[in-house]
């Protein structure tokens, strides 16, 4: 595992600061105006031409654009900076415009601005100066102040500051800053940055554009401004002051923190010890399509994925149509196919959806990728990393990933059957979830015994006896235990399913009761 760095663990992301991104503090700065410029025309036979500095390019914005595609704030990163502007030139030449930073962020991130007293919050700009200013006394301090928003022509400095046109243009310009930081901070105190980004951005105009430009991309949500570029010293020329020696420097972006938060909205979500096989569960019922990744050493995962199941009118789901299929650890499955693949053995191979073309048909499912035209029900499924007893003392990976299955309408326990005492893991895991929260454990709908296979020997009856003795006491258990009371006393009893996930045996049961418990869920909501 790669070492943890300082900021991270800062961060508070995840508590520890492990590399479960669901949570993540980013520093935003709008880029930095480029300065005015201080000069004047040349000409030959023209000895003392008029002013003719340009002024400096605004810096560049930062946006937040919610993006379908992303599904962690893995890309996220803890500082993001637009672009600074250009400085201005002779001759009447303005700066660049910096380019804006558009920052991607998955569909269901919550956005919110830091306030004030929050410790994790970086310093705006005008603390960051006051801060760097600290230690000086008055007059250096002005010195230091005037440097940084001033640029003098050359040997000017000292003269500049003597004359009149310049104090007055000094006031003025702290005058303007002093208004722009009090509406800044009233907008922060009324108006602070929360975002929830639940839905896509839809690009602007994209039909009609004219040929050879590139069609206007949604840019996303303004978070922080550029800095205004300086301003050339042609701007301070007056009937008194013919020649301005004087322009201004570009302003300092804005500075924000933003903490930011995933929120996964699964129907279902899976809870388990490490290595009780919830990874592989949900690439067997998703026929392999949700990508993550089984291994097994505990806390392979550890970041929540979410899949969906499809379910046919009939029952079967899209996993149970490639029958046969053994869902094996995703590494070996790499090293096996990257084998194959240098041996060539994939020249000629089928594309996925050519295979699914081939391979339906005998199944009855028509030609082609078919299964759209029978899906029936849909939900969605949510892989968690491992939960283990004191998760919430933050062993493990603590339990904060918890935070994103509140709002699931079921959870689904699945425990590792071949163990010698899979009932003590379930009581763990009941009791964790209500350690994270009070209550969250009646959202509990099923008990998954998962690994049978390796129950049962090799079929031999007494081995085979014993498998359904262990069966009938986890689901003693259960029933003693784990049966819920709700509001109006009833009495509800969790289903308790032997499976293989790694086999694909006994989903379809498994399939069925979850869509019970989604559809009934939803329809209650
Ligand atoms: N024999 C057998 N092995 C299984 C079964 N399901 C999972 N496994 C194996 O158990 C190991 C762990 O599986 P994972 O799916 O990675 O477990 P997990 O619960 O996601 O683990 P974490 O991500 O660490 O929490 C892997 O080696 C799987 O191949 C099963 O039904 N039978
Ligand atoms: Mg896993």
Same mark, same amino acid.
């Given at each position: ?64 654009? &919610? ?6 704030? =893995?890309?996220?990163?803890?500082? #993001?900076? $637009?672009?600074? /502007? !250009?400085? %201005? ?120 554009? &004219? ?6 991309? =949604?840019?996303?949500?303004?978070? #922080?401004? $550029?800095?205004? /570029? !300086?301003? %050339? ?293």
């Amino acid at each position: 595992m790669r070492p943890i760095a300082e900021d991270e663990k800062q961060n508070g992301s995840g508590d520890k600061g492990q590399n479960f991104l669901d949570h993540l503090i980013v520093n935003i700065r709008g880029g930095k105006g480029g300065n005015g410029c201080a000069a004047f025309h040349r000409e030959k036979f023209l000895p003392f031409g008029p002013p003719s500095g340009g002024n400096g390019g605004r810096g560049g914005d930062v946006y937040i654009l &919610p993006t379908p595609e992303l599904t962690t704030l =893995a890309s996220v990163t803890k500082r #993001a900076r $637009g672009e600074n /502007g !250009g400085n %201005g030139q002779g001759t009447w030449q303005n700066g660049k415009n910096g380019a804006p930073l558009v920052i991607r962020v998955p569909l269901g991130t919550i956005v919110r601005e830091l306030p004030r007293n929050d410790p994790r919050r970086a310093k705006d700009e005008w603390e960051a100066e006051a801060e760097a200013l600290e230690e000086l006394d008055t007059p250096d301090k002005q010195a230091k102040m005037r440097d940084r928003r001033w640029v003098h022509y050359p040997r000017y400095s000292e003269s500049n500051v003597e004359r009149d046109a310049f104090k007055e243009a000094e006031q003025m310009l702290y005058k303007q800053e002093r208004e722009r930081r009090y509406a800044r901070r009233k907008r922060e105190l009324e108006q602070p940055i929360y975002l929830d980004l639940d839905k896509e951005m839809q690009s602007e105009d994209d039909s009609n554009v &004219p040929l050879g430009l590139s069609k206007k991309e =949604a840019l996303g949500y303004l978070i #922080a401004s $550029g800095g205004q /570029g !300086g301003i %050339g010293n042609p701007h301070f020329h007056t009937q008194e002051n013919r020649s301005p020696k004087f322009a201004t420097r570009g302003h300092e972006g804005e500075r924000i923190t933003l903490s930011m938060e995933l929120k996964l909205l699964a129907d279902v979500g899976l809870v388990g010890m490490p290595n009780a096989g919830k990874s592989t569960l949900l690439r067997a019922l998703t026929g392999g399509r949700a990508k993550t990744e089984v291994a097994g050493y505990t806390f392979t995962t550890l970041n929540p994925v979410v899949g969906v199941v499809r379910v046919a009118a009939d029952g079967n789901f899209e996993g149970g149509l490639t029958e046969g299929m053994v869902h094996e650890e995703t590494q070996i499955e790499m090293a096996q196919t990257e084998a194959k693949m240098e041996e060539g053995a994939f020249s000629d191979a089928l594309t996925r959806n050519q295979q699914a073309h081939f391979a339906l048909p005998e199944r009855g499912y028509g030609t082609g990728h078919l299964f759209d035209v029978v899906e029936h029900f849909r939900f969605s499924i949510a892989d968690n990393p491992g939960l283990i007893s004191k998760a919430s003392e933050n062993v493990g990976l603590g339990h904060s990933f918890l935070r994103s299955m509140e709002r699931s309408l079921a959870l689904v326990y699945v425990v590792d059957f071949s163990g010698p005492a899979p009932w003590d893991e379930i009581a763990v895991l009941r009791d964790e979830l209500e350690q994270y929260l009070p209550g969250m454990s009646k959202k509990a709908r099923m008990v998954i015994a998962n690994k049978a296979d390796l129950l049962g020997g090799d079929g031999d009856d007494t081995s085979v006896e014993d498998a359904q003795l262990k069966l009938g006491r986890l689901e003693e258990f259960v029933e003693k235990e784990l049966t819920i009371v709700d509001e109006e006393g009833n009495r509800r009893c969790l289903d308790v399913v032997p499976i293989s996930a790694k086999f694909s045996q006994n989903l379809k049961q498994v399939v069925s009761l979850m869509q019970e418990y989604v559809t009934e869920a939803r329809d209650d909501r």
